[in-house]
């Protein structure tokens, strides 16, 4: 795996993809969050229909990031599946997609609101949420949780006007404490990392984090200065 920027987390260091994912190289893992598979199809059985790619083409950067981090496990922190009944509309080949990824790495499915336990279906572990070095991992934050706590649900985004342009990104956020994923979906939507609904999930200051042109780029949510964390390890705080 090529140099990557990274920052330190619970006292364990973590790589920020910019492919929206986050890799813990102490156990060769490979999170994400809401990929929300069969979210197209969704939309179709509702009457609106748009093109059946968005589970394939999430399932092809999901394979590329695997592949490029050299990923022996995989977990997922939930919604997954768009719904529960997302299995009854799966398509075929999608559902050979996902037998052949959970026959190659360790796949962990953590419940989310959207899916509930319905990763079972295609091989790997499922849990309603984990604890790895000490640090728990589940779908939405829980209030009053005392252990450091990595998590999803909240779709965040940056959103930043660049040269009178309006620039939205999927973004981390976190501080020493907590730490939110981007959606990796290929089909999902975000919320504003600024957001009254993020910011609750945080006692004070938190920073919203991506990775671009090789560099992370972190950003005090509220208007703190940018900085450029690329040259050497920082703790998210």
């Known amino acids: 795996m090529p140099a990557a920027p990274f920052f330190d987390f619970a006292g364990h260091r973590f790589v920020p993809l910019a492919g929206r994912a986050l890799f813990w190289p102490r156990h060769a893992a490979l999170?994400?969050?809401d990929?929300?598979?069969?979210?197209?199809?969704?939309?179709?059985?509702?009457?609106?229909?748009?093109?059946?790619?968005?589970?394939?083409?999430?399932?092809?950067?999901l394979a590329g990031l695997a592949a490029e981090t050299g990923a022996h496990a995989i977990?997922?922190?939930?919604?997954?599946?768009?719904?529960?009944?997302?299995?009854d509309r799966i398509a075929p080949a999608v559902a050979e997609r996902l037998l052949r990824q959970t026959g190659a790495v360790r796949l962990t499915w953590?419940?989310?609101?959207?899916?509930?336990?319905?990763?079972?279906?295609?091989g790997g572990a499922i849990a309603d949420e984990m604890e790895v070095d000490g640090i728990v991992f589940?779908?939405?934050?829980?209030?009053g949780e005392t252990r450091p706590e990595i998590s999803?649900?909240?779709?965040?985004?940056?959103?930043?006007?660049?040269?009178?342009?309006?620039?939205?990104?999927?973004?981390?956020?976190?501080d020493g404490?907590?730490?939110i994923l981007p959606a990796f979906g290929s089909l999902t939507g975000g919320l504003d990392v600024d957001d009254a609904a993020i910011a609750a999930n945080f006692a004070g200051d938190y920073r919203a984090m991506l990775v671009a042109d090789g560099k992370l780029?972190?950003?005090?949510?509220?208007?703190?200065?940018?900085?450029?964390?690329?040259?050497?390890?920082?703790?998210?705080?």
């Open 138 to 143: 589940r779908h939405q934050c829980v209030g």
């Open 31 to 33: 999170i994400v969050a």
């Open 177 to 179: 404490q907590r730490l």
């Open 75 to 87: 977990w997922c922190l939930g919604d997954s599946f768009h719904d529960r009944k997302a299995a």
């Open 110 to 122: 953590i419940a989310g609101n959207h899916d509930g336990l319905s990763g079972g279906a295609w």
């Open 35 to 61: 990929l929300h598979l069969e979210k197209a199809s969704w939309y179709a059985a509702h009457g609106q229909p748009l093109p059946p790619y968005d589970s394939h083409d999430t399932l092809d950067r």
């Open 217 to 237: 780029l972190s950003l005090g949510c509220g208007g703190a200065t940018t900085d450029d964390v690329t040259a050497m390890p920082r703790r998210v705080r």
């Open 152 to 174: 999803g649900h909240f779709h965040p985004k940056l959103r930043l006007n660049l040269r009178g342009r309006s620039v939205s990104r999927p973004c981390f956020a976190g």
